[in-house]
T-cell receptor, first 108, second 116 residues
Framework: QKEVEQNSGPLSVPEGAIASLNCTYS??????FFWYRQYSGKSPELIMS????GDKEDGRFTAQLNKASQYVSLLIRDSQPSDSATYLC????????FGAGTRLTVPP | GAVVSQHPSWVICKSGTSVKIECRSL??????MFWYRQFPKQSLMLMAT?????????EQGVEKDKFLINHASLTLSTLTVTSAHPEDSSFYIC????????????FGPGTRLLVL
């Protein structure tokens, strides 16, 4: 089992819809969780971090964490074509482990 | 968020030459920095973990004599690709870990290497 798993996609959502990106992780002792966005040809940029169970909102982004289920998700409301990118889930175990990323496409 | 810079942003070199890439944390001290490589349409691949003042830890399959890493200070790590070959052409990205209770990893903008 991979340490951090994401659906590779591509995930296509219509403009204005909600995009839901999911991630599961294997290590129960993980305490901090991150979502990065990577545009094609660019390096990843941090968009959200979450440390406690529940929801954390930042603008159009909501991160959700459920440690009991070892599950973290990212919701993007009112999806825009500029949200088209690969989204990387990262989990801080003894060091940071990244998922392979989910490619999101929001057609104009 | 914290800022990590990389230099150069792109480099073209002849086969057999060595290329040095610098990674700097601009507004925080990073005891640990990481070097990744990414080929087109593929995932990030961790190459090595660099701790200030000690030898880097390389991932399996990464040649430590080919990819020399030096982490001389809390704000600077360098990656030297020695005797580069065309198959070393890739996107090299560094990241730096900020300390404190909520450790976070920030990425540099990456260096695109093309070996002719």
């Amino acid at each position: 089992q991979k340490e951090v798993e994401q659906n590779s996609g591509p995930l296509s959502v219509p403009e204005g819809a909600i995009a839901s990106l999911n991630c599961t992780y294997s290590d129960r002792v993980s305490q901090s969780f991150f979502w990065y966005r990577q545009y094609s040809g660019k390096s990843p940029e941090l968009i959200m971090s979450i440390y406690s169970n529940g929801d954390k909102e930042d603008g159009r982004f909501t991160a959700q964490l459920n440690k009991a289920s070892q599950y973290v998700s990212l919701l993007i409301r009112d999806s825009q074509p500029s949200d088209s990118a690969t989204y990387l889930c990262a989990v801080n175990m003894y060091d940071m482990r990244f998922g392979a990323g989910t490619r999101l496409t929001v057609p104009p | 968020g914290a800022v990590v810079s990389q230099h150069p942003s792109w480099v073209i070199c002849k086969s057999g030459t060595s290329v040095k890439i610098e990674c700097r944390s601009l507004d925080f001290q990073a005891t640990t920095m990481f070097w990744y490589r990414q080929f087109p349409k593929q995932s990030l691949m961790l190459m090595a973990t660099s701790n200030e003042g000690s030898k880097a830890t390389y991932e399996q399959g990464v040649e430590k004599d080919k990819f020399l890493i030096n982490h001389a200070s809390l704000t600077l790590s360098t990656l030297t690709v020695t005797s580069a070959h065309p198959e070393d052409s890739s996107f090299y990205i560094c990241s730096a870990r900020s300390g404190g209770e909520q450790e976070t990893q920030y990425f540099g903008p990456g260096t695109r290497l093309l070996v002719l």
